[in-house]
């Protein structure tokens, strides 16, 4: 490996600058990805498309943007000094203050002046006989690096904006949650549709209910949501967190979503109504994540699913008072956490104030967005502004997006036409040398994206070291190890009640995306010790070249 531009290739035969290794994004995949490679002692280069750093948490900065696992959890751990520098205010971070955190841990490890903002990389090329990645971007500059990595994240700034007629025409403004804009958006006093009702709408709703003249929120498909529970951090117990930190994040490892909500390994079906009654009463009044976990069958076994789906349910109808938003807001016809559970702070209440009105668009559909506002089936709404809370293109989306070929000039997207294809999440079959952090195929979205984030960024710098210590030139996923592979993650979640739901996790929520389970459901834990085992084995499954 070499100590300086890589060698064997000059500036001006490559057509641009030489690196070892090119990295896109700098979120908190990138950004760690980089400090491995200066620890490598190699050279590298961050792309970032956005105005600043920090990935997911740049783009989504709408209001009311939190994350639903504990801050304590939702943060890097290879640094014991980063994390007792760093204090969090609150049990579930708000965006602002997640932004706030990549920038101190940026800083502290000196990482800005690496990264390239306001540059979107276009395309990435592997040139066999050189072998290297050729990356361009659109300022129009092209670099080679022998490695390229791909820290694009799954929900980045692949936001969808559906394709309703009439946008054009409308002559408010229109905002998407995920690409919100950096100056502050004032919203006070003006009359606001938002479209969508998944964990982003979930947050903007109430967030923003206070301040606006009118919310419309135009739903299609009811979501699961459960209360956050959010509540301020006091010194004295950020102090006592802190010190256990250790075991918290040996703890985390040993789960299977990269932390630890009390789980409960009985089956629901094995306790009686009164039981289970009051098991998700207690959960219910904790907040959080934990609630899926109530019992171990609850995403394995639909009738378990229907007793936690069932108290839900009540929980709407009691809560909001006038019985046909109450209706209307149940969610039916798929199975609780099978499509992403909510974690919300006053979500449902939010319909008991007057200045917020329900459309279900399953009763009266969107027609068009007129002039003045959205025409439904049955009325129109006049609005100032429209939020679309309407997702991403997730996962695939941010990578093939790029232009990437590998061997023979072949397309990724040519290669994942009918689905991703990876081994283990980490590699594709014909791309030498470039890598995927918590892409399809890996645990990612369905665990703590931080905590999938490290243990991938980690494997890929031991990985690189490996290569750097037995000369050898280039590592790619074997194609009949990344079939058995794809083979394994289906298997896996055909087990469960997951793709029982349509859902972005099934690529469901895009026009023409293939529908395939995208993230791997085999459990942070068992995942890692797979992929140590396959290092540990020279990287089996893998074709090493010199
Ligand atoms: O997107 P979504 P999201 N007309 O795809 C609706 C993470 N996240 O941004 O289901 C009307 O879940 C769509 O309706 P339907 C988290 O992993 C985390 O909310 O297609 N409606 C749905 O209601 C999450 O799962 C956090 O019927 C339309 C909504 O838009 C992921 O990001 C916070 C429509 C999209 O929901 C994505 O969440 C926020 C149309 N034409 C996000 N098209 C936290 O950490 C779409 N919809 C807390």
Not at 2 to 26: F, I, K, R, W
Not at 252 to 264: E, R
Not at 278 to 296: M, N, P, Q, S, T
Not at 402 to 407: A, E, L, T
């Amino acid at each position: 490996m070499t100590q300086g531009p890589a060698q064997n290739l000059s500036p001006e035969a490559a057509g641009g600058l030489a690196y070892d290794a090119v990295v896109v994004g700098a979120g908190f995949a990138g950004l760690y990805m980089l400090h491995r490679l200066r620890q490598l002692g190699l050279t590298a280069r961050v792309f970032e498309a956005g105005e600043d750093i920090g990935g997911t948490w740049y783009w989504n900065s709408y209001p009311g943007a939190r994350c639903d696992v504990e801050s304590l959890d939702y943060s890097y751990s290879f640094s014991d000094a980063l994390q007792q520098e760093w204090t969090w205010s609150e049990r579930f971070a708000t965006q602002p203050e997640i932004l706030r955190y990549i920038h101190f841990v940026a800083d502290r490890l000196n990482l800005r002046p690496q990264v390239s903002l306001r540059t979107r990389v276009t395309a990435a090329a592997y040139d066999e006989v050189a072998r290297r990645w050729r990356v361009e971007t659109d300022r129009g500059e092209a670099v080679m690096a022998r490695f390229c990595i791909m820290a694009t994240g799954c929900l980045t700034a692949a936001a969808v904006v559906p394709e309703i007629p009439g946008l054009g025409d409308f002559k408010g403004r229109w905002l998407h949650t995920g690409n919100w804009p950096k100056q502050p958006v004032d919203l006070a006093g003006r009359r606001v549709g938002v479209i969508g009702t998944g964990s982003s709408g979930i947050q903007v709703i109430p967030a923003i209910a206070p301040e606006v003249a009118q919310l419309c929120v135009f739903q299609r498909t009811p979501s699961f949501s459960v209360p956050a529970r959010n509540a301020p951090l006091d010194p004295a117990r950020m102090a006592e967190l802190k010190a256990g930190y250790a075991q918290r994040r040996a703890a985390n490892l040993q789960s299977a979503a990269g932390y630890v909500y009390d789980p409960n390994f009985q089956s629901a079906l094995e306790v009686d109504d009164a039981q289970r009654q009051a098991e998700y009463e207690a959960r219910w009044r904790k907040g959080g994540a934990g609630f899926l976990v109530a019992y171990k069958d609850l995403l394995l076994n639909q009738a378990a699913n229907d007793t936690a789906a069932g108290f839900v349910r009540a929980k709407i109808r009691a809560i909001v008072q006038d019985p046909v938003t109450a209706e209307a807001l149940v969610p039916r016809g798929f199975p609780m956490g099978a499509r992403r559970l909510c974690l919300d702070s006053d979500y449902y209440a939010s319909f008991n104030r007057a200045n917020v009105k329900l459309v279900d668009l399953l009763k009266s559909p969107i027609d068009r967005i007129v002039p003045e506002g959205i025409r439904t089936a049955d009325a129109t709404y006049a609005l100032d502004v429209i939020v679309f809370a309407t997702g991403f293109d997730a996962m695939t989306g941010p990578l093939l997006r790029i232009d990437i070929r590998g061997r023979g000039g072949l397309p990724l997207r040519r290669k994942w036409a009918r689905g991703p294809l990876t081994y283990l999440g980490l590699q594709v079959a014909g791309f030498p040398n470039l890598f995927i952090v918590a892409g399809p195929g890996s645990p990612s979205v369905l665990s703590n994206m931080v905590v999938s984030i490290e243990q991938h960024v980690d494997w890929i710098a031991q990985c690189l070291h490996y290569l750097q210590r037995n000369a050898l030139a280039s590592i790619e996923a074997a194609a009949d190890s990344e079939a058995a592979w794809v083979r394994h993650v289906n298997e896996v979640a055909g087990r469960t009640l997951y793709p029982l739901a349509s859902s972005w996790y099934t690529g469901a929520n895009v026009a023409g995306k293939p529908r395939v389970f995208t993230p791997y459901l085999g459990g942070v834990h068992k995942y890692r010790e797979r992929c140590e085992q396959v290092a540990a084995q020279g990287y089996k499954g893998f074709v090493l070249q010199r």
